[in-house]
Nanobody
Framework: QVQLVESGGGLVQPGGPLRLSCTAS????????MAWYRQAPGNARDSVAR???????NYADSVKGRFTISRDNAQNTVYLQMNSLEPEDTAVYYC??????????????WGQGTLVTVSS
């Protein structure tokens, strides 16, 4: 069973940057699509960014131009670089693994989540 471990969350001021990391264990990491989701209090868990095994990316409209998803297959790690953060970005961020190399399908593993708080 693959395990996903997120890190990098914390408190950041509006307009500031933050980079999240998610490292996978025991998997052929490069074969799978990866994704970042977030869940704010009282809200559903929503997709933020996705990356296929081939490096094709997809973003929610609310983060386009501000967030960048990338992956380092040698390190079994997917990143989420978040710039120009807004208070509305405050949420618990989760990474997830797809069951194939193409995003948009089922997800079969989730990390424990890392809290991002954007506040002055």
């Amino acid at each position: 069973q693959v395990q996903l471990v997120e890190s990098g969350g914390g408190l950041v001021q509006p307009g500031g940057p933050l980079r999240l990391s998610c490292t996978a264990s025991r998997s052929i990491f490069s074969d799978y699509a990866m994704a970042w989701y977030r869940q704010a209090p009282g809200n559903a868990r929503d997709s933020v960014a996705r990356i296929s095994s081939g490096g094709i990316t997809n973003y929610a409209d609310s983060v386009k131009g501000r967030f960048t998803i990338s992956r380092d297959n040698a390190q079994n790690t997917v990143y989420l670089q978040m710039n120009s953060l807004e208070p509305e970005d405050t949420a618990v961020y989760y990474c997830a693994r797809g069951t194939t190399g193409v995003f948009g399908g089922a997800l079969d593993a989730w990390g424990q989540g890392t809290l991002v708080t954007v506040s002055s």
